[in-house]
């Protein structure tokens, strides 16, 4: 399994930082967690192979984690030649098909029937939904909006678990217990603290309470990157902490 941050910004726009995109790679399955705005022209810049993307992810429905899926939907139709004729599979909490729908209304039919098979999936919490080459996909609600959900991406015994946007959840922690590698959002320092996401503290704590073998930060708003992350993160976590950059990766 191979694991490459795209995107590690968030809604405000920064000079090295693009929003929230994340790739999976383990077999055939090229998983793209998130797609928020300039994720697509950073995959390109980046090197990485956007056509060959066989399923997407979406955690939540703020723009930053949403808006270039239309974007990348109109690569594969007229952004290649010849266009994409492979399926695409895309998942999401409750409420996924509907968006979609609504944001097929605004931008044209074609995003829904691009011209190649695209098929539109909602997870339940307790599903466990089996990807090609025995990779698996599972969602877990947190705290943040009304639909928000986790990710934890499977392959053999190696476990990629993803917070998504997330507030303190003990069961979060939990949840992701002795995963190989916890890719966590790292939004704001103590001083700016909210209950809808993680400071360095909160995130260290909850790689703590899931015995995470590698944390790995993402979704820096420029405050955070003001204090030590590492050094507030490693008050409660032990293990390795990356401070994941644009372009990112690593083998898990």
């Given at each position: 399994m191979?694991?490459?941050?795209?995107?590690?910004?968030?809604?405000?726009p920064?000079?090295?930082?693009?929003s929230?995109?994340?790739?999976?790679?383990?077999g055939?399955?090229?998983?793209l967690?998130?797609c928020?705005?300039g994720?697509?022209?950073r995959?390109?810049q980046?090197?990485i192979?956007?056509?060959?993307?066989?399923?997407?992810?979406?955690?939540?429905?703020?723009?930053?984690?949403?808006?270039d899926?239309?974007?990348?939907?109109?690569?594969w139709?007229?952004?290649?030649?010849p266009?994409?004729?492979?399926?695409?599979?895309v998942?999401?909490?409750?409420?996924?098909g509907?968006?979609?729908?609504?944001?097929?209304?605004?931008y044209?039919e074609?995003?829904?029937?691009?011209?190649f098979?695209?098929?539109?999936?909602?997870i339940?919490?307790?599903?466990?939904?089996r990807?090609?080459?025995?990779?698996t996909l599972?969602s877990?609600?947190?705290?943040?909006?009304?639909e928000?959900?986790?990710?934890?991406?499977?392959?053999?015994?190696?476990?990629?678990?993803?917070?998504?946007d997330?507030?303190?959840?003990?069961?979060l922690g939990d949840?992701a217990g002795?995963?190989d590698?916890l890719?966590?959002e790292c939004?704001?320092p103590?001083?700016?603290?909210?209950a809808?996401h993680?400071?360095?503290?909160?995130?260290?704590?909850?790689?703590?309470?899931?015995?995470?073998?590698q944390l790995v930060l993402?979704?820096?708003?420029?405050?955070?990157?003001l204090?030590?992350?590492?050094?507030e993160?490693?008050?409660?976590?032990?293990?390795?902490?990356?401070?994941?950059?644009?372009?990112w990766?690593?083998?898990?």
């Amino acid at each position: 399994m191979r694991l490459t941050t795209i995107g590690t910004g968030t809604a405000a726009p920064h000079p090295s930082r693009v929003s929230a995109a994340h790739l999976v790679e383990a077999g055939n399955v090229r998983l793209l967690l998130d797609c928020g705005s300039g994720a697509v022209h950073r995959m390109a810049q980046l090197g990485i192979a956007w056509q060959d993307i066989t399923h997407v992810a979406l955690t939540h429905f703020h723009a930053d984690h949403i808006s270039d899926f239309p974007l990348l939907v109109m690569g594969w139709k007229w952004g290649q030649l010849p266009p994409r004729s492979t399926p695409v599979t895309v998942y999401g909490p409750p409420g996924l098909g509907a968006l979609l729908e609504r944001m097929a209304a605004v931008y044209g039919e074609w995003l829904l029937a691009p011209g190649f098979p695209l098929t539109v999936r909602e997870i339940q919490a307790d599903e466990v939904v089996r990807l090609p080459d025995d990779v698996t996909l599972q969602s877990f609600p947190v705290p943040h909006t009304a639909e928000s959900v986790a990710y934890c991406i499977g392959e053999g015994s190696r476990r990629l678990v993803y917070t998504g946007d997330t507030g303190v959840s003990e069961a979060l922690g939990d949840w992701a217990g002795d995963c190989d590698v916890l890719l966590a959002e790292c939004s704001l320092p103590d001083s700016m603290a909210i209950a809808s996401h993680l400071t360095p503290r909160q995130v260290g704590e909850l790689a703590a309470r899931a015995r995470a073998r590698q944390l790995v930060l993402t979704h820096f708003y420029a405050p955070v990157e003001l204090v030590d992350i590492r050094e507030e993160a490693g008050v409660a976590y032990s293990g390795p902490i990356v401070l994941a950059a644009d372009g990112w990766h690593s083998n898990i």
